[in-house]
């Protein structure tokens, strides 16, 4: 996390989703908690006390004229309950800095992501009123859908895995069961389940399981998704939609669409899968290949796309807004579903950290050889783009409501010539060049009209950090520096 402030850079930074910045004259503001909290259950970030902004957005130091003071206030009230839920941060966690060119002294609060299982991360011993996330350059409340979601994902049992103790076997679609039971003897012949009836074979695979109120078996979460039907599933997950579209033309609004609600079939996700799968790669060109006398057609791409869909169904929040949406164009498709990333955009990427919102589910699918188990499979999608010489995958993240995005693009990458990228250099350097001129003669102006000056009022002129203005300084051979580094001033050679 320590690339996302480097003091070194300090002129480039600008307020983000994970950086902010506060004068903190008067104390510790109370904004800062917000920020706290919003960095915690988001992606972490870096607080800066001691800086101001100005109206371009860039950052100026105000120094902080008691660091030692603050640091223990900060601390006494981070490691107050009725103030602060979860203290995330260790000792080398907070940095007090002396900025070289003013002397000014700033302080760096490294906050962490909170795990999943210490989300929410709140303030004012206020779960629903004093939980932040952020948004940009801003920290916004979290609604109490959000934090009931954040709740959930504390657990280490998923939410699919709970027993409907109001729903019975007989809700579910048996020829759904059937579809899978088949598919599962198709991947794994001669396999001990099997043998089982419908009903323990049920309860083998995670999608029925026994009661502690009857003691009978009852549908899982997880097994009513999959298998019931769409009426049925609606009376427990209340925003439960799935929805597929192809829109080939954007003259035309879609050319097909398939959704849960329907009712001209059963609206589950297996059957969703299945149907949703066979529309993709109906244009995916199937290579001829043989392999021990039988002509294969699967491919990376299939392979790719299988896993796309079933990340997207196994992630899914389906107590969350807005359900599953799949949409097909013509040179790409849109994956999204309700619900953060529980493990974070840059973990989802790298890989090797598999964290899936219902486990029950990612089991079922496992069974009949779709998706991964280890978080192997978004790099695995990556890598088949990469492979193609596609653009890279995107993967976006909303908030209110919470929302996860892969965009699967299948247009090749714009490869970018020698020349023009030698030229692109040329003609940024050359701006940069025009710029810098233009910044030495203003303050050659200044030093005439103000004999003497310090390096924060000419950076305060120009409107460049007071690193920037120093290094330019100290390339004006007609300038020169009178004193030390705290009273240090710029005057015109005589």
């Not at 902010?20 to 607080?47: M, R």
């Not at 794994?188 to 009903?199: A, I, Q, V, W, Y």
């Amino acid at each position: 996390m320590r690339e996302i402030f480097d003091l070194s850079k300090f002129d480039s930074y600008r307020e983000d989703n994970r950086r902010e910045v506060k004068k903190a004259e008067g104390g510790i503001p109370n904004s800062l908690w917000d920020t706290y909290s919003a960095f915690a259950n988001c992606y972490g970030g870096v607080i800066i006390l001691g800086i101001k902004e100005d109206k371009t957005g860039g950052w100026h130091t105000t120094g902080l004229k008691n660091a030692a003071k603050l640091k223990k206030d900060f601390w006494d009230t981070i490691n107050n309950r009725k103030k602060v839920s979860l203290n995330l941060l260790k000792d080398d966690d907070i940095e007090t800095v002396t900025m070289d060119d003013t002397g000014d002294v700033i302080m760096v609060i490294w906050v962490p992501i909170a795990k999943r299982e210490q989300k929410p991360v709140y303030i004012n011993d206020d779960l629903f009123g004093g939980t932040f996330r952020r948004n940009w350059e801003g920290d916004y409340h979290c609604t109490r859908l959000q934090v009931k979601t954040m709740l959930r994902d504390q657990a280490e049992e998923t939410m699919d895995m709970e027993v409907l103790d109001e729903a019975n076997l007989e809700d579910l679609n048996m020829d759904s069961v059937r579809g899978y039971r088949n598919s599962h003897k198709s991947f794994k012949p001669g396999h001990p389940f099997e043998r089982l009836d419908d009903n323990e074979y049920l309860r083998a695979i995670g999608a029925a399981g026994i009661s502690r109120e009857d003691k009978k078996l009852h549908p899982t979460a997880a097994g009513m998704l999959m298998f019931g039907n769409e009426y049925d599933i609606v009376r427990h997950f209340p925003e439960y939609f799935l929805d597929y579209r192809e829109n080939p033309d954007s003259v035309i609004r879609w050319t097909d669409r398939l959704q849960s609600s329907s009712g001209e079939w059963s609206g589950n996700l297996f059957d969703f899968y299945f149907r949703v799968y066979n529309k993709i790669i109906k244009d995916i060109k199937v290579p001829f290949k043989i392999e021990g006398g039988f002509r294969i057609d699967d491919t990376p791409i299939h392979r790719a796309v299988r896993e796309a869909l079933a990340n997207c169904v196994i992630n899914a929040d389906f107590y969350g807004k807005y359900g599953v949406t799949i949409i097909k164009e013509k040179d790409k498709i849109t994956l999204e579903n309700p619900g953060y990333i529980r493990i974070g955009k840059k973990q989802m990427r790298r890989g090797g950290k598999s964290d899936p919102r219902n486990k029950s589910l990612m089991k079922m699918f496992n069974m009949i050889d779709i998706g991964e188990h280890a978080g192997s499979g978004v790099p695995n999608i990556f890598n088949v783009w990469e492979d193609k010489g596609w653009e890279e995958p995107m993967i976006e993240e909303s908030f209110d409501p919470d929302r996860t995005s892969l965009i699967l693009r299948f247009s090749e990458k714009q490869a970018i010539k020698t020349s023009d990228k030698k030229q692109a250099i040329k003609t940024s350097d050359k701006k940069q060049a025009i710029k810098t001129y233009k910044n030495k003669e203003k303050i050659r102006k200044y030093l005439q009209k103000c004999e003497m000056a310090k390096t924060s009022d000419i950076a305060e002129m120009l409107g460049l950090s007071v690193a920037r203005t120093r290094a330019m300084l100290s390339e004006m051979d007609d300038v020169e520096a009178v004193g030390t580094n705290r009273i240090r001033t710029y005057r015109l050679r005589l």
